[in-house]
């Protein structure tokens, strides 16, 4: 008779083998990186909060309250946020760009 341990068999498992070399994306991150990323999440709120007031809040204040004198004029809660947009795109395009040129394969001679 055969017993159980003949008729289970193992299924070989296919791992992806981890390469881990120092600046390897799995090693935990040092003080100085949390220390960075808090200081941007912290910037980001900061920025969120003061454009939330300067675009929603301030203009049911009166013109002569001494609010107004903390915010830019309302036309720049445009401009600004178009003129980072437009940046933004650009420095995107230029990274991509930079990519596709170092990634390039060199044309075959017929």
């Known amino acids: ?3 159980a341990g ?5 299924k070989k498992s296919r791992k992806r083998q981890q390469i881990t ?5 799995s090693e935990m991150a040092t003080r100085v990186d949390q220390a960075v ?3 941007l999440v912290v910037f980001s709120l900061l920025l969120f909060t003061y454009y939330s007031v300067w ?3 301030l203009p049911f204040v009166e ?8 915010f830019l004029p309302r036309e720049y809660s445009v401009i600004l946020p178009g003129i980072a947009a437009v940046i933004l ?3 995107i395009g ?3 760009a930079v990519i596709m040129w170092k990634h390039r394969k060199p044309k075959k001679v017929d």
């Open 1 to 3: 008779m055969l017993s």
């Open 6 to 10: 003949f008729l289970h068999t193992k």
């Open 21 to 25: 070399s120092p600046g390897c994306w």
């Open 37 to 39: 990323g808090m200081s």
């Open 55 to 57: 675009v929603i809040v």
């Open 63 to 70: 013109s002569d309250h001494v609010l107004h004198i903390y």
């Open 89 to 91: 795109l650009l420095c």
């Open 94 to 96: 230029a990274f991509t």
